[in-house]
């Protein structure tokens, strides 16, 4: 409903006369497949393009054959264009093989540099979707000599694995407009992927993580959400029920780019309240905070202020902006149409031109519930260690960390929060001032059940760490040391608090967790890494980074842990991921070999993520002995090929685990070796399934794992 609204909103500014005009970059309208192979060049891994006639919609087909050795398919077109007075560009795509592309980008050429625009589409749904995106999103590569002088079009998808895949490419267009951009997405909340959370926005963490909150998220929800009943326009806006520790009731934006470098800009928002003497603030980086008073008439007023953003992290020649809306009192504020834009003073409100695009929806299902577990403490004294099939084993027992991860001290509610919920883990960042809570906080989480990774941070010191180590050594709750994240390489920084660890820790693993950047995982008695694919990736992405790890690892005589993703509304993250894409991720992951998660991070936003995470917790303690099972088994043969699968043995019965990884339903089938069964039992889901002729049948929606045991 929100993205429709969106464009009427924009085909009003149209026909307001505030467009110049709107022209095709390539209608596609080719009279031979010759003239369309003359026109657009393959290189790399593209094979010559096709043109492709659809009613009366014209397309051009272009196949990639990804191959070991090749990193993208790209094809280019010669032209001659003048875009100095575009504004934004309309282009309409379709991905055939999802999990092959990685992304895909569009470059103009001008003189001897390229404009560059790296991720026009998200690559998570293979419908069509039709894109709109502002010029002022391209950056530049090399000297380019103005958009007046464009002389080459490229578009280049990006290798995500081996395999061939095929992108369809129609209504590419360019749109002059002489309308000042709304920087901010979805500004007037009305489009909300899960629950009454809306889209690019959130309460400034990654996760949810103010300890007032946390623990009672619930209450917490009816306070922060969208409103359907009230809005200044469309159908929507945002209310907060503010309280005199602002602390997770303010609304934060995803990043907005500001372009121009030192010059001034706007943030505006339609703000009311029913409460007496309410005040709010307004500001984004780089701005003053300004109070403002709200009169409690219940009345739609405009507020705004001015100043010269800088970046939100600091970070030379950057500009990513955050804009921040704060109750400073209790009572409702609801909040519209919220705009940031270039100069000092609020025009009049329209939506992101980038908040017209049509992208295939989220896969998205209601999880029930599930009540607390009873806490039940660790003992008194643990051994950890890695065993030669590279199984990790906590008193001799098979172990897969399942841990929440959290960027503070964990207060003893969140800690019960976490191991009620099912969570055998509790991995956590120590920093110059916090780093003397360890041992009282490993205290209460053994206390709950929880074993404990200490996740240091880069800005402990050698020294700090060595006392660190030494003091939390024999405690019970320690698991892991978790001594680097994301390292550039394996430095001096790396591998010096990795020896200060196994010098003074010799009996519990150490490791090092790299980025998808740099990912060497030679390096600690753990290969780790992390992804966040949500919401421009496929969460089936994750069975690649899985493989890669998992071929150095086993070479290398150790297990292989993720990271997952359950945060968003921050930052680049427009959302968080749904429950069936945290299920993929889990489920692809596992059956790839990964034996350990930590899940970034807190807590989720959403309800209904939180509850997928405790099934989730649950499911791999039950599935831990399967897992682990060192006894043989012949693979189950699956079709289709998207449905992923693992085999395993224990105690005589069979246990296949499998998972969709595209976004579609499909009808799988899995072809057994010499079972007597005639019938196998779907775990989690209470059914009973027909074996035939060595054959299971079953479907899966989009997403959608199932768990097979065959006596």
């Known amino acids: 409903m929100g993205r429709y609204l969106i464009i009427a909103i924009l085909t009003a ?18 009279s031979s497949i010759k003239a369309a192979q003359n026109s657009w060049i393959p290189s790399e891994a593209g094979e010559p393009c096709r043109p492709v006639l659809a009613g009366k919609l014209h397309r051009l087909r272009l196949v990639c054959n990804f191959q070991p050795d090749s990193r993208r398919a790209r094809w280019d077109k010669s032209v001659a264009l003048d875009l100095s007075d575009v504004s934004y560009f309309k282009i309409s795509l379709r991905i055939e093989n999802l999990t092959a592309v990685d992304h895909i980008s569009l470059h103009f050429k001008s003189g001897e540099g390229w404009y560059s625009n790296g991720n026009v589409m998200p690559v998570n749904s293979e419908e069509w979707q039709h894109m709109v995106f502002a010029k002022s999103s391209f950056g530049t590569e090399g000297e380019c000599g103005g958009w007046d002088k464009i002389s080459t079009i490229r578009i280049s998808v990006w290798q995500s694995r081996n395999a061939r895949a095929a992108v369809e490419i129609s209504d590419f267009s360019a749109v002059q407009a002489s ?82 470098s030192n010059k001034p800009y706007t943030f505006s928002a339609w703000l009311k309240s029913d409460a007496k003497d309410m005040t709010a603030s307004l500001q984004f980086s780089g701005s003053p905070v300004e109070s403002l008073s709200i009169p409690g008439d219940n009345r739609w007023r405009r507020y705004s202020i001015t100043a010269i953003p800088v970046d939100a992290f600091g970070e030379a020649n950057q500009q990513k902006t955050w804009c921040i809306v704060t109750p400073q009192k209790s009572g409702n504020l609801w909040i519209d149409d919220t705009q940031f834009e270039l100069g000092t003073k609020a025009t009049d409100y329209r939506p992101a031109i980038e908040d017209a695009s049509i992208i295939g929806p989220a896969i998205k299902r209601q999880v029930p519930g599930t009540p607390d577990l009873p806490l039940i403490s660790l003992p008194g004294k643990t051994t950890v260690s890695i065993d030669s099939s590279r199984r990790f084993l906590v008193n001799s027992k098979p172990f897969i960390p399942f841990a929440v991860g959290w960027e503070s001290t964990p207060t003893k509610n969140v800690l019960k929060s976490i191991a009620q919920s099912g969570f055998n883990t509790v991995c956590y960042t120590i920093y110059p001032w916090n780093y003397n809570d360890l041992i009282p906080t490993m205290d209460y989480a053994r206390s709950c059940g929880l074993m404990v990774i200490p996740w240091i941070n880069s800005n402990i010191t050698p020294d700090v760490l060595k006392q660190i180590v030494i003091t939390a050594k024999d405690h019970p709750a320690l698991l892991v040391w978790y001594v680097c994240d994301e390292p550039a390489s394996i430095n001096s920084d790396v591998t010096t608090k990795y020896e200060i660890a196994k010098t003074n820790d010799p009996n519990h693993p150490a490791y090092v967790n790299y980025s998808i950047l740099f990912a060497d995982y030679t390096y600690g008695d753990i290969a780790s ?14 069975y690649m980074d899985a493989d890669n790890m998992e071929r150095v690892a086993s070479i290398n005589g150790k297990p292989s842990w993720i990271w997952l993703q359950s945060c968003g509304y921050i930052a680049w993250m427009s959302r968080e991921p749904t429950a069936p894409e945290l299920e993929c991720m889990t489920y692809i992951s596992l059956i790839h070999g990964v034996r350990g998660f930590k899940i970034y991070a807190h807590k989720p936003h959403t309800s209904t993520l939180w509850n997928e995470m405790k099934w989730l917790a649950r499911e791999i303690k039950i599935l831990t002995p399967v897992l682990y099972s060192l006894e043989s088994s012949t693979d189950a043969i699956a079709s289709p090929s998207t449905v992923h699968v693992v085999t ?44 035939s002729r060595d054959v299971i049948r079953d479907k899966f929606a989009g997403y959608q794992r199932h768990v097979y045991c065959i006596e």
């Open 648 to 691: 395993k043995k224990l105690n005589g019965k069979t246990y296949i685990i499998a998972v969709n990884e595209r976004p579609t339903p499909v009808t799988a089938q899995f072809k057994l070796s010499s079972v007597v069964a005639k019938t196998a039992t779907v775990l989690f889901e209470k059914r009973l399934l027909k074996v």
């Open 179 to 260: 309308i000042t951009e709304n920087l901010l997405r979805n500004s007037g909340f009305e489009t909300c992927t899960s629950e009454n959370i809306p889209d690019y926005w959130g309460s400034g963490h990654f996760g949810f993580a103010p300890e007032q909150w946390a623990y009672r998220m619930d209450e917490w929800r009816t306070r922060w959400g969208v409103d359907n009943t009230i809005s200044h326009s469309g159908n929507r806006s945002l209310r907060i029920v503010g309280s005199e520790e602002p602390a997770g009731l303010q609304a934060y934006s995803c990043f907005a780019y500001p372009t121009g």
């Open 13 to 30: 500014v149209i026909c307001s006369g505030c467009i110049a005009g709107e022209f095709a970059v390539d209608s596609f309208t080719y």
């Open 529 to 542: 890494m992390d992804r966040y694919p949500l919401p421009s990736h496929s969460p089936a992405t994750m």
